[in-house]
């Protein structure tokens, strides 16, 4: 039960990251309401008290490994592109450089030179 409980929430984190800002939060947030759920569950049945109180710790010990261990591959995992410049920002970081793109001279440009 518990293989299929990690192949659900790593099915979730994956659909997670193709539809979220912020994917491990979310993340985080579903599964530790998910793993309190279960972690309660067993407290609703007419078991004996220490037979509830060791299902929950189990259900505890497999939501907090689940959600640790599936939040760490997915911050490792995510390939994040470097923040882009503005094209303001790039004209303004050209104009203090002192250069101007068209003032240059070389191959394709005219020199002001006779041929």
């Not at 659909?15 to 407290?43: D, E, K, R, S």
């Not at 939501?63 to 004209?91: E, F, H, K, N, Q």
């Not at 450089?97 to 003032?103: A, F, L």
């Amino acid at each position: 039960m518990s293989a299929l409980a990690a192949i659900v929430a790593a099915g979730l984190l994956y659909l997670l990251m193709l539809g979220t800002p912020q994917p491990n939060t979310f993340f985080t947030w579903i599964m530790g309401l998910a793993t309190l759920a279960a972690v309660v569950y067993p407290f609703s049945s007419s078991a004996p008290l220490d037979q509830k109180v060791a299902t929950a710790i189990v259900n505890l010990v497999l939501g907090v490994a689940i959600i640790s261990l599936l939040t760490m591959v997915a911050a490792r995992a995510i390939r994040r592109p470097p923040p882009r410049r503005s094209t303001a920002m790039a004209v303004d970081t050209v104009r203090s450089k002192g250069t101007d793109p068209s003032r240059a001279t070389g191959p394709g440009r005219a020199t002001g030179r006779p041929g």
